[in-house]
T-cell receptor, first 112, second 109 residues
Framework: IAGITQAPTSQILAAGRRMTLRCTQD?????MYWYRQDLGLGLRLIHY???????GKGEVPDGYSVSRANTDDFPLTLASAVPSQTSVYFC???????????FGDGTRLSIL | GQNIDQPTEMTATEGAIVQINCTYQ??????LFWYQQHAGEAPTFLSY??LDGLEEKGRFSSFLSRSKGYSYLLLKELQMKDSASYLC??????????WGAGTKLIIKP
């Protein structure tokens, strides 16, 4: 079934550790996005990529990095995790920047 | 600054009609989306409005007034499975989605 796959589903991580959240889509969508969702707040954009080889900063990029080596994969890396990065992380993709976004099932990340 | 406002929570009765409002102030406008998100799940796309007026899709309709910075999502013949959060999002001048915090809709039998 076509869609977006995120891994891991959930993770508990010690502060200071490095962590990469994986995201793969098989819809050949050009644009991909990483969001975090915290209770009481809307989805907040961390980083985005409008096409393979390009990336951009969203609303809350500090402490996170991304790469887009090909169309399908868009990993998100936390270089040195801090407790404030405890959140649910969603990866999404869209055919183009103005198209509806399709979401993965999310990664629930707890930083202790 | 950019801002999207929607009620935090609404309650409605099974079989009834409910209207969820969304007001926005953004730098530019390139369309408005509504998404549904069940608890513990990912958001799923419901509707898209870029021109003023009403877009109807089955039991769900979405309305947009660009001059007023206002939209609503209308849900008819409510079913228990419609209990979810409804997220309003606006595409700004940088083609990025700005999201509201969501409206939690509780359906009672």
């Amino acid at each position: 079934i076509a869609g977006i796959t995120q891994a891991p589903t959930s993770q508990i991580l010690a502060a200071g550790r490095r962590m990469t959240l994986r995201c793969t889509q098989d819809m050949r969508h050009n644009a991909m996005y990483w969001y975090r969702q915290d209770l009481g707040l809307g989805l907040r954009l961390i980083h985005y990529s409008n096409t393979a080889g390009t990336t951009g900063k969203g609303e809350v990029p500090d402490g996170y990095s991304v790469s887009r080596a090909n169309t399908d994969d868009f990993p998100l890396t936390l270089a040195s995790a801090v407790p404030s990065q405890t959140s649910v992380y969603f990866c999404a993709s869209s055919d183009h920047a103005l198209g509806p976004q399709h979401f993965g099932d999310g990664t629930r990340l707890s930083i202790l | 600054g950019q801002n999207i406002d929607q009620p935090t929570e609404m309650t409605a009765t099974e079989g009834a009609i409910v209207q969820i409002n969304c007001t926005y102030q953004t730098s530019g406008f390139n369309g408005l989306f509504w998404y549904q998100q069940h608890a513990g799940e990912a958001p799923t796309f419901l509707s898209y409005n870029v021109l003023d007026g009403l877009e109807e899709k089955g039991r769900f309709s979405s309305f947009l007034s660009r001059s007023k910075g206002y939209s609503y999502l209308l849900l008819k013949e409510l079913q228990m499975k419609d209990s979810a959060s409804y997220l309003c999002a606006v595409t700004d001048s940088n083609y990025q989605l700005i999201w509201g915090a969501g409206t939690k809709l509780i359906i009672k039998p």
